[in-house]
């Protein structure tokens, strides 16, 4: 029996969930640096196709890895999804390490984000069924304040590894054999934790249920007015959606309330490979260096850029749930393309092989660490908060995998064409991640609902109304949820036993 208050129990049981987001960023941060080493291109000698690959077939692997994870999440269980995600990772993990051919490699990154795509598909799903509604968006935004701590650990790493270690092939290896180390702890301890409340009930285990929530909102006490309220609310919703829902991958296009929240969040997830937030982290030596940056000093910067993050990231956690998630994410997307702009500019006016220009080498840099700011402390944790959160019991697990899905195929995308577009097109590139950015917000401002602090439960009552159109309409307003207002009529109910008795 957890010792904590309700609230930090789950903060506590988030953060740890939140290991799998860690083994993605860690990712994001490292792979810029193994594919830039020395040591590595003197025994791979990658072309940029080749090198495309070493990112790409990661986030293939992903593609795939989250397309069964939803099918896993609802057999299994939550946790158990969360375990075979941190195996898969593993076995990849060490066929990365050990590579002795490229093509070893791309295996081993393909494996590795089987793992990953698992892990990023279930874990925000089983935070947001964890967390009190007044929390669930904090709780939530640890996936991608997480994914900051591993791409800012990683970064370091590989530039501690790229300096230090130029003479053999631990320059790449160490930084990828590091990445394990999490892996064996989510493997070693999930199921030290709680399972989702709303699967134990989906599958009708009722006592585990009520005891989970009381674990988790009330320090065991069964007879709390929230959990007591929760516990119907659950049992009431499972029971409707097993009445009228299918419990195929087919209800999410047959329902035209369940398609519009897949629509929306398949949107929200590609949108954020479409920022060019993958670009910079998967490249960023190339990119710096058409400036005129050395990768050494990319490396640096890259870190401190990642460390700016962490802080954008957990102000994001501390403010996501009072801001809402409607707006947040369209001046995110607006203040996004205007780095873009200003960075092509700077491209553009100091080609590659210019002469150095120490002033606008800082601009770029400063312009990139502003854009990293934005886009962590809005696009990167909406985008794993709303998919979370928007679907009801029995399509979320399908859901969730759907739109995580659709954002490693774009980010597939983007790992593959990126290196070929910097060397043929240089800054003009980044004209499509300016255009991304603006029509996201416009996409966003007509068609995103403000889903803030409402129950899971009441999600099929924002997403049935007939008009897919919300501009123009009050999204903002929150109406006091059902759960607390049964807590009232439980807590009424309690006092007139006690008086009766």
């Known amino acids: 029996m957890p010792s904590l208050a309700p609230r930090s129990y789950q903060l506590l049981v988030g953060v740890f969930a939140s290991l799998g987001a860690f083994l993605f960023g860690y990712d994001l941060g490292v792979i810029a640096a193994v594919v830039a080493s020395e040591t590595f291109r003197s025994q791979f000698d990658p072309d940029t196709s080749e090198e495309g690959l070493v990112v790409s077939m990661f986030t293939a692997g992903a593609f795939f890895g989250a397309g069964a994870g939803g099918t896993l999440g609802d057999r299994i269980g939550r946790r158990g999804t969360i375990v075979v995600g941190a195996v898969v990772f593993l076995l990849g993990g060490g066929l990365q390490t050990g590579a002795r051919n490229i093509h070893f490699l791309w295996t081993g990154r393909f494996i590795s984000g089987l793992g990953v795509g698992v892990l990023c598909m279930i874990v925000p799903l089983y935070q947001?069924?964890?967390?009190?509604?007044?929390?669930?968006?904090?709780?939530?935004?640890?996936?991608?304040?997480?994914?900051?701590?591993?791409?800012?650990?990683?970064?370091?790493?590989?530039?501690?590894?790229?300096?230090?270690?130029?003479?053999?092939?631990?320059?790449?290896?160490?930084?990828?054999?590091?990445?394990?180390?999490?892996?064996?702890f989510l493997a070693a301890l999930t199921y030290l934790f709680p399972e989702s409340p709303r699967w134990l009930a989906d599958k009708g285990k009722d006592d585990e249920t009520l005891h989970t929530l009381a674990r988790l909102h009330a320090n065991g006490n069964v007879e709390d007015a929230f959990v007591m309220a929760e516990y119907d609310e659950i049992r009431n919703s499972i029971q409707y959606e097993h009445q009228h829902a299918a419990k195929s991958y087919k209800e999410l296009f047959k329902s035209r309330s369940a398609f519009r929240r897949l629509f929306l969040c398949c949107a929200i997830r590609a949108s954020v490979q479409m920022t060019g937030v993958s670009a910079i982290q998967y490249y960023s030596p190339t990119i710096f260096k058409q400036i005129g940056i050395a990768t050494d000093d990319t490396l640096k910067y890259q870190g401190i850029s990642n460390g700016l993050a962490i802080v954008a990231q957990a102000c994001a956690m501390l403010l996501i749930d009072r801001t809402g998630r409607r707006w947040p994410l369209i001046g995110g997307n607006l203040f996004n393309s205007v780095t873009f702009i200003i960075a092509s500019i700077l491209l553009?006016?100091?080609?590659?092989?210019?002469?150095?220009?120490?002033?606008?080498?800082?601009?770029?840099?400063?312009?990139?660490?502003?854009?990293?700011?934005?886009?962590?402390?809005?696009?990167?944790?909406?985008?794993?908060?709303?998919?979370?959160?928007?679907?009801?019991?029995?399509?979320r697990a399908k859901g969730v995998s759907i739109a995580t899905m659709a954002s490693f195929a774009f980010n597939t995308m983007i790992g593959q064409v990126t290196p070929k577009a910097m060397e043929s097109i240089g800054y003009r590139f980044y004209f499509l991640f300016v255009v991304c950015n603006v029509t996201n917000a416009l996409f966003f401002w007509v068609f995103l609902p403000e889903t803030a602090r409402r129950p899971l439960e009441q999600m099929n009552e924002i997403f049935s109304s007939k008009s897919w159109i919300v501009l123009g309409k009050n999204t903002s307003s929150v109406a006091r949820n059902d759960v607390e207002s049964h807590v009232d009529k439980t807590e009424v109910t309690h006092e007139a036993e006690k008086r009766e008795n």
């Open 348 to 395: 553009a006016l100091f080609p590659p092989g210019s002469s150095s220009n120490l002033s606008a080498q800082w601009g770029f840099i400063v312009i990139t660490w502003l854009y990293n700011f934005s886009f962590s402390s809005t696009c990167g944790p909406l985008s794993w908060i709303i998919p979370a959160e928007v679907f009801d019991t029995n399509t």
């Open 128 to 184: 947001a069924e964890l967390a009190h509604p007044h929390i669930r968006g904090r709780i939530t935004a640890l996936q991608q304040l997480m994914i900051g701590v591993g791409a800012f650990v990683a970064t370091w790493v590989g530039w501690a590894c790229f300096v230090d270690l130029s003479a053999s092939s631990a320059q790449w290896r160490v930084p990828l054999a590091i990445q394990n180390v999490p892996a064996i």
